[in-house]
């Protein structure tokens, strides 16, 4: 293989990659299909695990919506509501905390309005543990989850209202009640902290035990058909090159 035709083929090996690295990094994204878009519910015991009165008939809706803003971009309306059951050791909802992903910064999310990033920077986003015995039993592995948390007054239901350009994967949650001396209720999706890869698992993931939240394997939006086509192009053209020289 002559030089120049070699650095050719370095050249067009190099662009190919570059076209579809953010391709390459979608792989562990388990996106929202649109048909679940409108509202998800899930329940107790059968997609949450909950202690002592939320051990059955909790629920937790997630949904959300997609909005053009102003400057032409797509913003993502996030909604959710935790419903408790009745019971003697509850004082509904203290707080409650949404997965989203590592890389998010305050920014990334806002309260306003479509238009209107009013909260931006406010919510309350950190890696979330023990913290003093008020994120009781958060399960473990990972023993954290990364998120937004809520807080409420002991509302029920409990809901909360979010924008962010981030679309929407199948995440986590936990919800923990106000606290009752010698009684700890909290509860979390089934499926929290495991690692959601495509390809899926033998039999499939059961994305029922997750909820809908802001992307949470990056954020990043993958490349039009075309760039993929063109990405994909280049390799083949390289290889063809390639392979005439050596015969």
């Known amino acids: 293989m002559t030089p120049p035709l070699k650095r050719k083929l370095i ?3 190099f662009v ?5 690295l953010p391709l390459a990094a979608q792989a562990t994204l388990v996106e929202v299909p649109q048909s679940e878009w409108g509202g998800v519910t899930r329940t107790s015991p059968t997609e949450i695990s909950g202690t002592l009165d939320w051990a059955s008939g ?8 997609r909005i053009p803003d102003e400057q ?9 509501s935790f419903n408790s059951p ?12 949404i997965q989203v992903s ?10 306003g309005g479509v238009n209107d990033h009013t909260g931006a920077g406010t919510l309350l986003l950190d890696t979330w543990n023990g913290q003093g015995g008020s994120n009781p039993e958060i399960p473990n592995p990972p023993g954290y989850i990364y998120g937004i948390k809520f807080e409420f007054n002991n509302q029920d239901p409990a809901t909360a209202t979010f924008f962010s350009y981030r679309a929407p994967v199948w995440g986590d949650f936990y919800v923990v009640d106000g606290k ?26 059961d994305v029922n035990q997750y909820i809908i939240t802001p992307d949470s394997a990056g954020g990043k939006i993958p490349l039009p058909p075309s ?9 083949g053209l390289g290889l063809i090159g390639w392979r005439r020289k050596r015969q």
Not at 16 to 20: F, I, P, Y
Not at 58 to 65: E, I, K, Y
Not at 72 to 80: L, S
């Open 16 to 20: 190919a990659a570059v076209l579809l």
């Open 102 to 111: 590592a890389n998010t910064t305050g920014a990334d999310f806002w309260t």
């Open 180 to 205: 009752t001396p010698g009684a700890e209720v909290y509860a979390y999706n089934l499926g929290f902290g495991q690692v959601i890869s495509l390809p899926f698992p033998p039999g499939g993931l």
């Open 58 to 65: 909790l629920s937790v809706f997630s949904s959300v919506t």
């Open 72 to 80: 032409g971009f797509y913003v993502y309306q996030y909604n959710y």
């Open 11 to 13: 050249v067009l090996f």
């Open 227 to 235: 760039a993929l086509l063109l990405g994909s192009g280049l390799l």
């Open 86 to 97: 009745d019971g003697p050791q509850l004082k509904f909802v203290s707080h409650f905390i």
